[in-house]
């Protein structure tokens, strides 16, 4: 039997970014620990399958597919979702772009990347939690999650786009703190450091060593490495730590 603070239990739990990955990663600990899940991604095939296989493990799990820079479409997931479930109980924010680690300077950057960042990243954020909070707030103890980054804690140089990003979606979180909190919902922030996955796969080598060998704890740090603190932050016991950025970073970042 879990215990009460790592019980999803009787919650609706809504995901986005969980067609593969970290986003994966974080629906699998959600199913284990007895949440109902919606799985949201613009990877529609890959998001159906992750469906069908967590479906297999005995999950109450669906999917729908969203586009985080299409305003419309994030309505229309809150839509669905009052329709289907009625209520939720979690929000967590994964989905996002990151591009570029080890990359371009600062002055090197086009435009178009750093408006689709930001789209996708910030406003995308923003979009999602505007849509949801009803839904939160109806179900009386609402908690959000929001994917933040260490690159936005110590200041990571040539992913400018993607820093600016995630130290937005910290202040977000504090500021969204004091005005969803009146209403019982609890939002924080988790900022895990670069993660050995198919989408970092990209990464130069000497980046990834970088951050391997300066954390306390040295090592690669994988999806499943933050998953537990996740499904944490989205119990009820959860809402004291409202407003804050946990680095689970594996020692890399102090705060």
């Known amino acids: 039997m879990l215990n009460p603070v790592q019980s999803l239990a009787g919650r609706t739990v809504l995901v986005t970014g969980a067609a593969r990955g970290v986003g994966r990663a974080i629906a699998e600990a959600c199913a284990a620990a007895g949440a109902r899940l919606i799985l949201a991604d613009i990877l529609a095939e890959a998001g159906h399958a992750t469906t069908a296989a967590l479906a297999a493990t005995g999950a109450a799990v669906r999917f729908v597919p969203v586009d985080l820079a299409d305003p419309d479409s994030i309505t229309a997931l809150a839509d669905n979702i009052a329709a289907h479930e009625g209520v939720l109980h979690g929000l967590v924010n994964n989905a ?3 591009t570029g680690i080890g990359g ?73 703190s004091r005005e969803l909190g009146p209403r019982g919902v609890g939002i924080t ?30 090592g690669p740090q994988m999806p499943e490495d933050i998953t537990a603190t996740i499904v944490f932050l989205l119990t009820e016991g959860a809402l004291a730590l409202t407003g804050q950025t946990l680095p689970v970073a594996a020692g890399f970042v102090f705060t």
């Open 96 to 98: 996002a772009i990151a």
């Open 189 to 218: 922030a988790v900022a895990p450091g670069i993660m050995r996955n198919e989408a970092t796969a990209y990464v130069p080598a000497e980046r990834h060593a970088f951050y391997e060998n300066g954390r306390a704890v040295p």
């Open 104 to 176: 371009p300077m600062f002055d090197e950057i086009t435009l178009e990347t750093w408006d689709r960042v930001q789209q996708v990243n910030v406003r995308g954020t923003w979009l999602m939690t505007r849509a949801m909070a009803p839904l939160l707030v109806q179900s009386g103890g609402g908690r959000i999650v929001n994917l933040a980054s260490d690159t936005a804690l110590w200041g990571a140089p040539r992913l400018l786009a993607y820093v600016a990003s995630k130290g937005a979606v910290m202040a977000m979180t504090r500021s969204l």
